[in-house]
């Protein structure tokens, strides 16, 4: 368990070691199973050969070399199952550690980006690029359970309110950060099979179904009559050498399979398809129940999981059932099986029965590892940027305070910091400043340290503290062709549901930039001035970006509740300098007219 303060080239290191451990790992495994491969093919051989080779010379050799050949083949074929998961799992590591070292240099484009959940409609998402190529959610995402995907976006879409959540998702995250080997054992072995979000629901409603055999009522004393009967038959064949009493045996198991053949199609299909992912979430709930929690929400989930039993070994003892069930696709072993032991049917009965036990549980199991795959994404996120900080969410009217602060998407050795203050006191923060001055960054740089602020996570500065309150956010506006709706009409069904949420007494921070870009200068003025004056009749706290300097003279007004701040760029020998700081006051330096000659648009 690691638990110290990692620099970025601490951190690649660590993850190249890792990678030459996995190789390592992997070249013991392959000649493993060479000798496993060997070893079931031998055991093969003798099954085959024996009956003819050694049965007629030496009967008792010839049937005890049979039995001993075929029950080690048996063995030799779930060890080698066993096996392969294992290198299966020791890949799967090696590329998890590769895919870090990526990450650390800000390529991220081998995880799922969530455009799924893109929603141009939430009232910040689409705004501040939570979802989509290139966005925070593909920057922090390493779940590896649909279910668990769902649950990371719900965790950006719905940020907690409450200090004393946030703090306890702190503790959550911290915990599992600085436990590599749990997190990359978990991500490894979710890998092992990727379901899709359609198979993840029909699991979750798997519950409602119900099976049953036609002999229901009388086949439990038959499942261990008719077996007793057949092996005693071929116990009298051995010494008697007489077959008749066998193949009553046999026939009479013959029939009960017709009688119950169409149902245990249909319950093997069922439980055959979901093995795979049933297989997957034992692995998943194993680690889970074996960590030693010490985070509350840890704690809390995983007490539910065992006031219904340990549902990994429920599980595992599903996918027992199913891998023996898998033996009737075997032409030789099924039809051994299904003359002796009633086997599909023997098969599907334990099955029908685990159904009925625990049933009622899937979707408990599929919430807990849903709920420990996202935070294994965002602990992962935490355990990357060692070098941000948990910030302090507190009570009261809304503020937030900020130092060194900066967007986590852009990397650390082009990214420029500023240090922000808003409270009650200067509600309305109008910033100016040229095209290209770093305007709309600030405001995604605030909108998006509030929400990662809010899951729990750590932020990009060095120090913050804030009210946990909902981001509102207006920036990119689009017009709809399908909706017949208009870009000027869509900013401002926008506001007004900013405006609504207020007068019900929704506490939050707007960001707006560039209000009402649909319109003429002066009626934009206009407008823009009776805005910001509703927000501040509102108690509202809004940043405000905009071109429009005359906006900014409202502080002259209106100067307990505005605050001018400002980007400035400087123009030296034909060229244009930024330094993308935040500054108070209003800019001195508009660059549109320079660019368009810059660039031959105008002379």
Known sequence: MLNTLYQPSDLKQIYTLRIDEENSNLLKIKKKLNWLAIARLVSFLLIIVSPFKIYPENHWSGIAITIISLVAFLILVKLHLKVKQQKNIIENLKKINENELLALDHHFSQFNAGSEFIDPNHFNSYDLDIFGKGSIFQFLNRTVTAEGTKKLASILQNPLKDPSSILKRQEMIKELALDIDWRHDFSAKGQLYL????????????????????????????LFVLPIISISAIIFWIISGNSALFILAALLQLAFWITERKNIKSVYEQFGKREQILSKYALLLG???????????????????????????????????????????????????????L??????FLLIKWHNKNKENYGIWSSAIAFFDAHNSLANYAFNHSDHIYPTPV???????????GHPLIHAEKRINNSFYIDGNQQIIIVT????????????????NMVLGMTGMPVCATAMEFVPVDVFSNMRTTDSLFDDESYFFAEL????????????????????DEILKGTNSVDKLQGSQKLVKRLIGKNASAIIATHDLKLTEMANEHPEAIKNQCFEIEISNNEMHFDYKLRTGVTNTMNATFLMKKMGIIE
Not at 195 to 222: C, D, T
Not at 293 to 317: A, F, M, Q, V
Not at 395 to 405: P, T, V, Y
């Open 493 to 512: 069904k926008r506001i007004k549901a900013i405006l609504d949420e207020l007068s019900n007494g929704r506490k939050m921070l707007i960001i707006l």
């Open 395 to 405: 009570i009261g009217e809304f503020k937030l305070k900020a130092d060194n602060m």
């Open 195 to 222: 379901e899709n979000p359609a198979e993840s629901e029909r699991l979750n409603s798997w519950g409602k179904e119900s099976f049953q055999l036609k002999l229901h009522k009388i086949i439990a004393p038959l």
């Open 343 to 348: 086997w599909d049917i023997w098969c599907s």
């Open 287 to 341: 680690l889970i129940e074996k960590h030693e929690w010490k985070s509350d929400e840890g704690r809390s989930i995983i007490n539910d999981l065992k006031n219904s039993g340990l549902p990994s070994k429920e599980i595992t003892k599903l996918r027992k059932i199913t891998s023996a069930f898998d033996n009737r696709n075997n032409f030789l072993v099924g039809i051994i099986l299904n003359t002796v032991f």
């Open 433 to 448: 400043g040229a095209n290209m001055a770093g305007k709309s960054t600030f405001l995604r740089t605030v909108g998006v």
